[in-house]
C-alpha cells in the first residue's frame, strides 16, 4: 500500500488551497529531480490541511514576487557547494553567526527564556494567528480540523507528514491528540520544517493544550512510527533552538527528532516552505520515488 502525503503549511495569509498545494508539490517533485534525479511515485496522493481562511477573509492574490520565485524553482540548476552535504546533528556553517554564538543563544533561550519574554508583548500584534490558537479554544479547534480529519480519513494508509512553521505546533497537538484513539493515524514520517517547537514560549503552552498538564519533558507524539525529521536554516530566527532532539523524548517507538541543517535557497527569506521543500533533507527521506 503506498503513502499519501499530507501536508499543513504556517502562519499567515496563504495562496487559496488548490494554488498553494500546487506550489508545494511543484517545490517537493523539483527538489526530488533535483538531488535524486528522481520523481514522485505515482499513485502517492498529496493533501492539504488548509487553515488560514479560518483567520483571514480573503486569501493572498498571486503577486508577480512570488511568481518570479515559483519560476525560480525550475531555474535553479547549479546547486551551492555547501548544499551538498549535510552533517547529522552538526550545524553547517552558514550565512548566519557562527555555530558557537548559536548554540549559546540556544542555551540562553532554553534556561532564561530572554527571546521568549521579549517575543511575548508583541505575539498578539505581530502574530495574531498564533497568538489565538493559544489563547481562543473556538479557534484552536476550527484550525486543527482540517488535519484531524484527512489524518482520520486516510488512518488506514502510512501517512507522510509535511508540516511548515505554525503548521508544526498545529501538528504536534493533534499528533498527540489522535495517538489516544483506539485505531490512531500511523504518521510513517513525520518532517518539520521552519519550526518554532524549540521555543520556550512554544513548549510552555504544549502541555496544556495535549493535556499533559503534569509532563516533565515533552515527547514525540506516539503515532509517529518509523521517523520525525526536523529541518531548519540557521538564518531562520522563527526556529531560533534548532535543535528539537533535547527537547522531546522518543516515544513508545524510540522515535524522537533527527536535526538536519540546510540553506533555504528561497529568493530572500530563509523561512520560506517552497526553500524547505526544494531542500535535498526532503528529497532524500521518506518519500517514495520513481527513478528516472
Not at 499543513?8 to 495562496?15: M, P
Not at 484527512?150 to 495517538?179: C, D, E, F, K, W
Not at 507524539?221 to 522518543?250: F, G, M, R
Request: charged share 15%; net charge positive.
Amino acid at each position: 500500500m503506498y503513502p499519501i502525503i499530507i501536508a499543513i503549511h504556517g502562519r499567515g495569509n496563504k495562496l487559496p488551497t488548490t494554488t498553494l498545494s500546487a506550489h508545494w508539490q511543484q517545490a517537493l517533485k523539483h527538489g526530488l529531480q533535483r538531488y535524486n534525479q528522481s520523481q514522485l511515485h505515482p499513485q502517492i496522493d498529496f493533501k492539504m490541511a488548509y487553515y488560514a481562511d479560518h483567520f483571514y477573509q480573503q486569501p493572498l492574490v498571486l503577486s508577480v514576487t512570488t511568481a518570479t520565485a515559483i519560476q525560480q524553482i525550475y531555474t535553479i540548476k547549479q546547486l551551492p557547494t555547501d548544499n551538498h552535504h549535510h552533517y547529522y546533528k552538526q550545524p553547517l556553517v552558514t550565512r548566519s553567526a557562527s555555530p558557537w554564538i548559536t548554540k549559546i543563544a540556544e542555551w540562553i533561550e532554553d534556561k532564561f527564556s530572554v527571546f521568549s519574554f521579549i517575543s511575548k508583548p508583541f505575539l498578539k500584534s505581530l502574530l495574531p494567528d498564533i497568538y489565538h490558537y493559544f489563547h481562543d479554544q473556538s479557534y484552536q479547534k476550527a484550525v486543527e480540523q482540517p488535519l484531524v480529519k484527512l489524518l482520520n480519513q486516510y488512518q488506514h494508509r502510512p501517512i507522510i507528514l509535511l508540516s511548515h512553521s505554525m503548521g508544526t505546533v498545529i501538528a504536534y497537538n493533534v499528533l498527540h491528540q489522535l495517538s489516544r484513539q483506539t485505531t490512531p493515524p500511523q504518521i510513517s514520517t513525520w518532517f518539520t520544517f521552519g519550526s518554532p517547537l524549540g521555543l520556550t514560549s512554544i513548549k510552555g503552552f504544549l502541555p496544556k493544550i495535549t493535556h499533559q498538564p503534569s509532563v516533565k519533558k515533552l515527547a514525540t507524539p506516539d503515532c509517529v512510527t518509523e521517523q520525525w525529521i526536523n529541518v531548519s536554516d540557521k538564518t531562520d530566527i522563527v526556529c531560533i533552538d534548532h535543535d528539537l532532539s533535547d527537547d522531546y523524548l522518543a516515544n513508545r517507538h524510540q522515535i524522537q527528532p533527527q536535526d538536519y541543517y540546510i540553506t533555504n535557497h528561497y529568493p530572500g527569506n530563509s523561512h520560506k516552505s517552497y526553500g524547505y521543500l526544494w531542500s535535498d533533507v526532503i528529497a532524500k527521506y521518506g518519500i517514495p520515488k520513481v527513478t528516472l
